[in-house]
């Protein structure tokens, strides 16, 4: 049973750049959300999507945005990249009936020059 | 003031010892209780989660959750150097949907 899946594990951007950040849920599950972490933080909340949409968001700009696809797979964009958008963006996912708690996936490291 | 704070570490014991890592928060709404361990550039990790107040043990780790002290806790016993890790805890108040999370205890263990 696959866990939750992220790519690209590693990503190298410039300042003003855009970037497309994907993530697999674990088989089963319907709900996925985005987290920022900064280095020696834990991880802030961005957004959370069920159903393709967009259920709540965190305290982030409107430079982030994702998406969620009929598979249940989603997407982080972040635009007009900032140095300070250097982090380790992680995925989690959960099945919002079943009553569990949700699970990380490994993140994508992003580095901004 | 951050809704959740957790001790930073860095906390280092002996093989064996045990291990007691600690959690305060302002929200009184939180009623869902986690704790993640992460290695280091991996993930977070599922270790316990614990709905309300009281005691949950899974093997060697115990999580504690008193709600009228907005206190939680992680006691991990017969510490392994493989216990080594950053330890984050975290808390939602609408059935596992937006967490929050402490900054995190780095623990090391020493063979």
């Known amino acids: 049973d696959a866990g939750v899946t992220q790519s690209p594990t590693h990503l190298i951007k410039t300042r003003g750049q855009q970037v497309t950040l994907r993530c697999s849920p674990k088989?089963?599950?319907?709900?996925v959300s985005w987290y920022q972490q900064a280095l020696g933080q834990g991880p802030q909340f961005i957004f959370q999507y069920y159903e393709e949409e967009e259920r709540q968001r965190g305290n982030f700009p409107d430079r982030f945005s994702g998406h969620q696809f009929p598979n249940y797979s989603s997407e982080l964009n972040v635009n007009a990249l900032l140095l300070g958008d250097s982090a380790l963006y992680l995925c989690a996912s959960r099945l919002t009936s079943g009553g569990e708690t949700q699970y990380f996936g490994p993140g994508t490291r992003l580095l901004v020059l | 003031q951050k809704e959740v704070e957790q001790d930073p570490g860095p906390l280092s014991v002996p093989e064996g010892a045990i291990v007691s890592l600690n959690c305060t928060y302002s929200n009184s709404a939180f009623q869902y209780f986690m704790w993640y361990r992460q290695y280091s550039r991996k993930g977070p990790e599922l270790l316990m989660y614990t709905y309300s107040s009281g005691n949950k043990e899974d093997g060697r780790f115990t999580a504690q959750v008193d709600k009228s002290s907005k206190y939680i806790s992680l006691f991990i016993r017969d510490s392994q150097p493989s216990d080594s890790a950053t330890y984050l805890c975290a808390m939602s108040a609408d059935n596992f949907n937006k967490f929050y999370f402490g900054s995190g205890t780095k623990l090391n263990v020493k063979p």
């Open positions: 088989s089963g599950h319907d709900t």
